[in-house]
C-alpha cells in the first residue's frame, strides 16, 4: 500500500514537473485505491500468486508510465538527466515484475532487495541531476527574459518575442493588452502568430495576470488539441497607457517552473519597463523628426520671405531713388546757380539713400552667398566688417575740430552685431566648394553690387 502511494506521488510530480499539471479533487480516489486493493489482495484473494502478480503489475505499470513521462520530456528538450532517469524506471519496472517468480520463491534473495536499492540511488541521482539541469534552465530564462535591459539595449517587442524561443520546449510567444473587451494580441512569434483572430480560452485564462499582477503558470491537458500543452503569463506593468503582459507557450513548464513568481513579477516589471523606455525614446525621436522639418519649413518661409522684401526693396525703392535722382538732375539743369549747391546735397542724399537700400537687399539676402557659397560670403562680410572697425577708430579725440562733441565709436558688441547683420541667415546655406580665389561669379557679384568705398557716407 505505501509502496503504491510512492509510485502514485512519483508519477503525479513527474507530470507536474513536465507540464505543471493542476491538482484537481479527482485525484483523491487514486489514494483510496492501493488501500482498497491492499483489503482486497490480502482478504478476498486466496490465490497468492494472483495477489502478487496484479499488485506487481500495478506497480510496474505506474513505474513505466513514469519513466515515459521523463523520456517524452527527453525527446522534448534532449535532457541526458531525463533519458538516464527514464531509462532507469523502465528498469526498475522490469525489476519489479520478476517478483511473484524469483523473490517470493526465495532465488533473489537478499539479492533482489540489493538491486532495489541500486535502482532507489539511481533514481534519487537522476532526480536530483534533473533538479540542477531545471535550475540551469531557469537561469538560462532569466537571461534570455532580461538579456539587452540595459541602457544601450535594444528594447522592443520584436526582440522580447525572440528571446524566449530559444529555451527548451517553447513553442511561442506573444505579447498581450488589456483592451475594453478583453486581452488583445499586441504581436506574436512562433505558434502565437495564430492568436491574432482570437485568443485561445487557455490563453485568455493566462491573460488573468492583468488582473492579479502575479505570474501565472498553467499546464495539462485541454479540448483545444491546438492549445499549447503549458502556458506562462509574465506581467509587464503599464506599456503605452495599457497593461501588458507576455505569454509563452510550450510543451514543457521547466523553463519557468523552478522559478518563483516574485522573480517573474520582477523580471516582467524590468521588461516593462525597458518597453516603457523605448517607447518614450520613439516617441522623441519621432518629435525630434517632426521640429526638425518645422524647422526647414520656418527657414524656407524666412528665406522666401527676404529675397522676395529684397526684390521689392530692388525693383520699387530702387527705382524710385532712380527717378528721383533724374528728376533732381534735370531740375539741376534749369535752376538758378544760386540752387545749384542745395541741387548737389539732394542728389548726394539720393545716392546715400540708394546705397543704403541697395545694401539692406544684400544684407536680406547676398548674392554671394548663392553664386560661391558661405565662405567667399563670410570672407567679404569679414572685410566689411573690418573697414567700417577701422573707419572709426583713426580719431580717438571725443571733440571735433569745430569744437562740437563727435559721435562715439561703437562698442565691440555692436562691431559683433554689424558682422553679425552681414552674415545672417548664411550659416544655413552652406555646402558650396571653397575657391582659393575668386572666380567669375564673385567679379559678377562685385560687379552688380560693388563694395563702397572707405569714405563712403553708406558706411557711416
Same mark, same amino acid.
Given at each position: 500500500m505505501v509502496l503504491g502511494w510512492t509510485a502514485l506521488a512519483l508519477l503525479y510530480a513527474a507530470l507536474v514537473f513536465e507540464r505543471q499539471l493542476p491538482?484537481?479533487?479527482?485525484?483523491?480516489?487514486?489514494?483510496?485505491?492501493?488501500?482498497?486493493?491492499?483489503?482486497?489482495?490480502?482478504?478476498?484473494? =486466496?490465490?497468492?500468486?494472483?495477489?502478487?502478480?496484479?499488485?506487481?503489475?500495478?506497480?510496474?505499470?505506474?513505474?513505466?508510465?513514469?519513466?515515459?513521462?521523463?523520456?517524452?520530456?527527453?525527446?522534448?528538450?534532449g535532457s541526458s538527466s531525463a533519458r538516464f532517469l527514464a531509462v532507469t524506471l523502465g528498469l526498475w519496472a522490469l525489476h519489479h515484475l520478476d517478483y511473484p517468480f524469483l523473490r517470493a520463491r526465495g532465488a533473489w534473495n537478499p539479492w533482489g532487495y540489493f538491486v532495489d536499492a541500486l535502482f532507489v540511488l539511481a533514481t534519487g541521482i537522476g532526480i536530483l541531476m534533473l533538479m540542477l539541469e531545471e535550475f540551469q534552465e531557469g537561469l538560462r530564462t532569466?537571461?534570455?527574459?532580461?538579456?539587452?535591459?540595459?541602457?544601450?539595449?535594444? $528594447?522592443?517587442?520584436?526582440?522580447?518575442? $525572440?528571446r524566449p524561443?530559444?529555451?527548451? *520546449?517553447?513553442?511561442?510567444?506573444?505579447?498581450?493588452?488589456?483592451?475594453?473587451? *478583453?486581452?488583445?494580441?499586441?504581436?506574436?512569434?512562433?505558434?502565437a502568430e495564430s492568436w491574432a483572430g482570437q485568443?485561445?480560452?487557455?490563453?485568455?485564462?493566462?491573460?488573468?495576470?492583468?488582473?492579479?499582477?502575479? !505570474?501565472?503558470?498553467?499546464?495539462?491537458?485541454?479540448? =483545444?488539441?491546438?492549445?499549447?500543452?503549458?502556458?506562462?503569463?509574465?506581467?509587464?506593468?503599464?506599456?503605452?497607457?495599457?497593461?501588458?503582459?507576455?505569454?509563452?507557450?510550450?510543451?514543457?513548464?521547466a523553463a519557468f517552473a523552478v522559478l518563483d513568481q516574485s522573480i517573474l513579477a520582477a523580471v516582467g516589471a524590468q521588461i516593462g519597463a525597458a518597453l516603457h523606455k523605448a517607447e518614450l525614446s520613439r516617441t522623441l525621436e519621432q518629435r525630434r523628426v517632426e521640429l526638425e522639418r518645422l524647422s526647414v519649413r520656418m527657414i524656407q518661409q524666412h528665406e522666401d520671405q527676404r529675397r522676395r522684401i529684397g526684390r521689392e526693396l530692388h525693383d520699387e525703392t530702387a527705382q524710385v531713388f532712380s527717378a528721383l535722382k533724374l528728376q533732381l538732375g534735370t531740375l539741376r539743369e534749369v535752376a538758378p546757380d544760386p540752387l545749384a549747391p542745395r541741387f548737389d546735397r539732394l542728389l548726394e542724399l539720393v545716392d546715400v539713400g540708394s546705397r543704403t537700400v541697395r545694401n539692406v537687399a544684400e544684407d536680406l539676402r547676398p548674392a554671394l552667398l548663392d553664386d560661391l557659397g558661405l565662405v567667399p560670403a563670410l570672407r567679404r562680410a569679414k572685410s566689411r566688417y573690418g573697414r567700417a572697425v577701422h573707419r572709426?577708430?583713426?580719431?580717438?579725440?571725443?571733440? !571735433?575740430?569745430?569744437?562740437?562733441?563727435?559721435?562715439?565709436?561703437?562698442?565691440?558688441?555692436?562691431?559683433?552685431?554689424?558682422?553679425?547683420?552681414?552674415?545672417?541667415?548664411?550659416?544655413?546655406?552652406?555646402?558650396?566648394?571653397?575657391?582659393?580665389?575668386? *572666380?567669375?561669379?564673385?567679379?559678377?557679384?562685385?560687379?552688380?553690387?560693388?563694395?563702397?568705398?572707405? #569714405?563712403?557716407?553708406? #558706411?557711416?
Amino acid at each position: 500500500m505505501v509502496l503504491g502511494w510512492t509510485a502514485l506521488a512519483l508519477l503525479y510530480a513527474a507530470l507536474v514537473f513536465e507540464r505543471q499539471l493542476p491538482w484537481r479533487p479527482r485525484y483523491i480516489w487514486l489514494l483510496v485505491f492501493p488501500v482498497a486493493w491492499a483489503y482486497v489482495a490480502i482478504f478476498g484473494l =486466496d490465490n497468492f500468486a494472483l495477489a502478487a502478480g496484479t499488485t506487481v503489475v500495478l506497480l510496474s505499470v505506474t513505474t513505466v508510465w513514469t519513466g515515459w513521462v521523463f523520456w517524452r520530456y527527453r525527446t522534448q528538450t534532449g535532457s541526458s538527466s531525463a533519458r538516464f532517469l527514464a531509462v532507469t524506471l523502465g528498469l526498475w519496472a522490469l525489476h519489479h515484475l520478476d517478483y511473484p517468480f524469483l523473490r517470493a520463491r526465495g532465488a533473489w534473495n537478499p539479492w533482489g532487495y540489493f538491486v532495489d536499492a541500486l535502482f532507489v540511488l539511481a533514481t534519487g541521482i537522476g532526480i536530483l541531476m534533473l533538479m540542477l539541469e531545471e535550475f540551469q534552465e531557469g537561469l538560462r530564462t532569466l537571461t534570455a527574459l532580461s538579456a539587452d535591459l540595459g541602457p544601450g539595449g535594444s $528594447e522592443s517587442i520584436g526582440t522580447l518575442l $525572440e528571446r524566449p524561443l530559444g529555451l527548451r *520546449g517553447v513553442r511561442g510567444a506573444g505579447v498581450l493588452r488589456s483592451g475594453p473587451s *478583453g486581452p488583445e494580441l499586441v504581436r506574436g512569434s512562433g505558434v502565437a502568430e495564430s492568436w491574432a483572430g482570437q485568443l485561445p480560452p487557455r490563453v485568455a485564462a493566462a491573460a488573468a495576470v492583468f488582473r492579479g499582477g502575479t !505570474s501565472v503558470l498553467e499546464g495539462g491537458r485541454s479540448a =483545444d488539441p491546438a492549445a499549447p500543452a503549458f502556458l506562462a503569463g509574465i506581467p509587464l506593468g503599464r506599456v503605452g497607457g495599457s497593461p501588458m503582459a507576455l505569454v509563452v507557450a510550450g510543451e514543457v513548464a521547466a523553463a519557468f517552473a523552478v522559478l518563483d513568481q516574485s522573480i517573474l513579477a520582477a523580471v516582467g516589471a524590468q521588461i516593462g519597463a525597458a518597453l516603457h523606455k523605448a517607447e518614450l525614446s520613439r516617441t522623441l525621436e519621432q518629435r525630434r523628426v517632426e521640429l526638425e522639418r518645422l524647422s526647414v519649413r520656418m527657414i524656407q518661409q524666412h528665406e522666401d520671405q527676404r529675397r522676395r522684401i529684397g526684390r521689392e526693396l530692388h525693383d520699387e525703392t530702387a527705382q524710385v531713388f532712380s527717378a528721383l535722382k533724374l528728376q533732381l538732375g534735370t531740375l539741376r539743369e534749369v535752376a538758378p546757380d544760386p540752387l545749384a549747391p542745395r541741387f548737389d546735397r539732394l542728389l548726394e542724399l539720393v545716392d546715400v539713400g540708394s546705397r543704403t537700400v541697395r545694401n539692406v537687399a544684400e544684407d536680406l539676402r547676398p548674392a554671394l552667398l548663392d553664386d560661391l557659397g558661405l565662405v567667399p560670403a563670410l570672407r567679404r562680410a569679414k572685410s566689411r566688417y573690418g573697414r567700417a572697425v577701422h573707419r572709426r577708430r583713426p580719431n580717438t579725440s571725443a571733440w !571735433s575740430e569745430a569744437g562740437r562733441p563727435r559721435a562715439a565709436a561703437p562698442a565691440g558688441g555692436q562691431d559683433k552685431g554689424l558682422l553679425a547683420k552681414s552674415i545672417r541667415g548664411g550659416s544655413l546655406r552652406a555646402g558650396n566648394p571653397d575657391p582659393e580665389e575668386p *572666380g567669375p561669379a564673385w567679379r559678377r557679384c562685385t560687379s552688380r553690387s560693388p563694395v563702397p568705398p572707405a #569714405h563712403s557716407p553708406a #558706411h557711416g
